[in-house]
C-alpha cells in the first residue's frame, strides 16, 4: 500500500512537471502581440468578410507596418530564416495579416528548408490568385491574397505529395491562430 501511494504521487508529480514546461513552451507571446497591433490598427482586417478590399496605396502606407507593406503592397521579400512561424508547428490557421483572410492549414505545411515557411496547398481554391512573375530574370508563378490582392510570395513545382507545389510565403504577412481543438486539450491537460 505505502508503495502505491508512492507511485501516485510521483505519477502527479511528473505530471505538474511536465505540464509547467508545456505551458512555458506553447504560447508564443511575441507572435500574441504582432497579431493584435496588426488588428486594432487595419480597418480592412476581418476574419470573417468575405468581400473584396479596395484601399489605394496611400492608404495602405498608412495602415500597415513598414515591414508588412514592404512585402505586401510592393512585392518585397523578408530575408531568408528570419520569420519565426518558419519553424513553427503549432496546429492552427495561417491567415493574410493584412485582411484576415484565411489562407492556409497548419497541416499542409512543410519544413522546405528554404528559409520561409512553406506549405504544399492553399486553404481553398480562391484563397489565393496567381500572377506569371518575370522579374529579375526569373520564371516564376507569384502568389497574392484573394482578397486584398496582396504579395504573399511564389508558389514552385518542387513541393512534396500530394500536390507536389511549394507555396513560399512570407511569414510577416502571415496571422497564425492557434486551432480551437488544440486550445480545448491544452486546457484539459491544464487541469
Ligand atoms: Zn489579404
Known amino acids: 500500500m505505502k508503495y502505491l501511494i508512492r507511485n501516485i504521487t510521483f505519477i502527479v508529480l511528473a505530471l505538474l512537471l511536465q505540464q509547467c514546461t508545456y505551458s512555458q513552451s506553447s504560447t ?22 468575405k468581400t473584396p478590399v479596395n484601399v489605394t496605396d496611400e492608404q495602405w502606407k ?34 493574410c495579416a493584412v485582411c484576415g483572410n484565411a489562407l492556409f492549414q497548419s497541416d499542409t505545411k512543410f519544413d522546405s528548408g528554404c528559409g520561409w515557411p512553406s506549405f504544399y496547398q492553399p486553404i481553398s481554391k480562391s484563397s489565393i490568385i496567381y500572377a506569371s512573375d518575370h522579374s529579375y530574370g526569373m520564371d516564376r508563378t507569384e502568389v497574392m491574397c484573394g482578397r486584398c490582392k496582396s504579395h504573399l510570395g511564389h508558389v514552385f513545382n518542387d513541393g512534396p505529395p500530394p500536390t507536389h507545389l511549394r507555396y513560399c510565403i512570407n511569414g510577416v504577412v502571415l496571422d497564425f491562430e492557434k486551432a480551437k481543438e488544440a486550445e480545448k486539450k491544452y486546457n484539459a491537460d491544464k487541469q
Open 28 to 49: 508564443p507571446a511575441k507572435l500574441n502581440t504582432m497579431d493584435t497591433s496588426k488588428k486594432t490598427t487595419n480597418p480592412a482586417y476581418s476574419r470573417t468578410d
Open 62 to 95: 498608412k495602415i500597415l507596418p513598414a515591414d508588412v507593406y514592404e512585402v505586401a503592397r510592393k512585392k518585397g521579400t523578408e530575408r531568408a530564416w528570419t520569420s519565426p512561424l518558419e519553424n513553427l508547428h503549432d496546429v492552427g490557421t495561417y491567415y
